[in-house]
T-cell receptor
Framework: AQSVTQPDIHITVSEGASLELRCNYSYGATPYLFWYVQSPGQGLQLLLKYFSGDTLVQGIKGFEAEFKRSQSSFNLRKPSVHWSDAAEYFCAVGSNSGYALNFGKGTSLLVTP | NAGVTQTPKFQVLKTGQSMTLQCAQDMNHEYMSWYRQDPGMGLRLIHYSVGAGITDQGEVPNGYNVSRSTTEDFPLRLLSAAPSQTSVYFC??????????FGQGTRLTVV
């Protein structure tokens, strides 16, 4: 069965510090992986996606993620966090057509001055 | 470019009432999905559709019905609302080799 695990429910970082959000997945076929961000009261915005090819994926807002098949991981990184990055982050796995996604439970990011 | 439009944005229902959450997309996407979001649970798939006339159940389908008569619309029906269906509902659409595009959500409270 498909599953996605985000081990960290909450993360607090200082503005300007680096960030890594963890995501582990279990998926029987070739995984198609996504990171979404959600600000309070808003919908979900795609940060980046991995379908195939280069395992280091660049996204919007300075985020990147690395697909590691041997570790079943797709961790999200940002070298320097801004206060506006405070939000909920969701990792998801599914088909290359983006439907019937399986989401992790999310990581809430707090950014301190 | 409207993308995915959900209506209403907010709704309060009494237990046992029925209602339909509307979802429309203008991107000519084949695939559409409904999710519910509860605190600490992430998003869970309710139903999805891979084309007009074709629907299938997701992880939490009980208490919900869907149909897909057109490419653009994918309504979610609650036949007899229960307090356990209090949640935020998201509709999403996607095409071949695209990510899912989400609506702004419907916040439903069942009292």
């Amino acid at each position: 069965a498909q599953s996605v695990t985000q081990p960290d429910i909450h993360i607090t970082v200082s503005e300007g510090a680096s960030l890594e959000l963890r995501c582990n997945y279990s998926y029987g076929a070739t995984p198609y992986l996504f990171w979404y961000v959600q600000s309070p009261g808003q919908g979900l915005q795609l940060l980046l996606k991995y379908f195939s090819g280069d395992t280091l994926v660049q996204g919007i807002k300075g985020f990147e993620a690395e697909f590691k098949r041997s570790q079943s991981s797709f961790n999200l990184r940002k070298p320097s966090v801004h206060w506006s990055d405070a939000a909920e982050y969701f990792c998801a796995v599914g088909s290359n057509s983006g439907y019937a996604l399986n989401f992790g439970k999310g990581t809430s990011l707090l950014v301190t001055p | 470019n409207a993308g995915v439009t959900q209506t209403p944005k907010f709704q309060v229902l009494k237990t046992g009432q029925s209602m339909t959450l509307q979802c429309a997309q203008d991107m000519n996407h084949e695939y559409m999905s409904w999710y519910r979001q509860d605190p600490g649970m992430g998003l869970r798939l309710i139903h999805y559709s891979v084309g007009a006339g074709i629907t299938d159940q997701g992880e939490v389908p009980n208490g919900y019905n869907v149909s897909r008569s057109t490419t653009e619309d994918f309504p979610l029906r609650l036949l007899s609302a229960a307090p356990s269906q209090t949640s935020v509902y998201f509709c999403a659409s996607s095409g071949v080799n695209t990510e899912a595009f989400f609506g702004q959500g419907t916040r439903l409270t069942v009292v």
